[in-house]
């Protein structure tokens, strides 16, 4: 099961872009909980700015022991963006 349910994703704001050479640094905040999440491998050719609306997708992870959930960021069109381990 690789694609994310969509009652597992949520909307979310975009918090604060860091501009690198190759990549984005995206930090984001889920609307309803306020939980936030960094994102370091936003490829840098997305046109992203603070207050604009991602999406995040959760999936439980079972084999790696400190880690509980694998988060995922698309855009508006389903386009995964990135993806880190919290």
């Known amino acids: 099961m690789n694609e994310i349910r969509e009652t597992d ?9 860091i501009e690198n050479l190759m990549w984005k640094g995206v930090t984001v905040e889920e609307k309803s909980t ?3 999440v960094y994102f ?3 490829k840098g050719e997305l046109d ?3 207050g604009d609306a991602l999406y995040l997708g959760v ?3 079972y084999d790696i022991e400190e880690k509980t ?3 995922f960021l698309y855009d508006a069109e389903d386009n995964k963006l990135d993806w880190t381990l919290i």
């Open 48 to 50: 992203v700015k603070k």
């Open 69 to 71: 959930m694998k988060v």
């Open 9 to 17: 994703r949520f909307e979310c704001v975009v918090l604060n872009v």
């Open 59 to 61: 999936r439980p992870t």
């Open 34 to 36: 306020n939980g936030r």
């Open 40 to 42: 370091g491998r936003v």
